[in-house]
Nanobody, 121 residues
Framework: QVQLAESGGGLVQPGGSLRLSCSASVSMFSINAWNWYRQAPGKEREWVAAITEHGSTNYADSVKGRFTISRSNAKNTVYLQMNSLKPEDTAVYYC???????????????WGQGTLVTVSS
């Protein structure tokens, strides 16, 4: 099975920055979109950012202007650069690949296991 592995989470102070990475275990020939989601304790999972097949980006209002999603097709990796972090950004962050044609076949929806980001002084 295709696996997505997030990395880069950790503890950061308010106003700080963090860069998350998510890499696929096999070659991804085509992906409809990469997404980042997050889930804080006791809250529903919320969508954070997306980058489409052709490179167009979209962001939740809560992170717009502070977060940047990008990708490396050659590395089968998506990134989330997080700047000006706030305590309310504290959550487990998940990457998600939608409509992925991979070296192991077609996968309509793939999720990573998540990486914890804690914003606290």
């Amino acid at each position: 099975q295709v696996q997505l592995a997030e990395s880069g989470g950790g503890l950061v102070q308010p106003g700080g920055s963090l860069r998350l990475s998510c890499s696929a275990s096999v070659s991804m020939f085509s992906i409809n979109a990469w997404n980042w989601y997050r889930q804080a304790p006791g809250k529903e999972r919320e969508w954070v950012a997306a980058i489409t097949e052709h490179g167009s980006t979209n962001y939740a209002d809560s992170v717009k202007g502070r977060f940047t999603i990008s990708r490396s097709n050659a590395k089968n990796t998506v990134y989330l650069q997080m700047n000006s972090l706030k305590p309310e950004d504290t959550a487990v962050y998940y990457c998600n690949a939608v409509g992925a044609i991979t070296a192991a076949g077609f996968y309509p929806d793939i999720w990573g296991q998540g990486t914890l980001v804690t914003v606290s002084s």
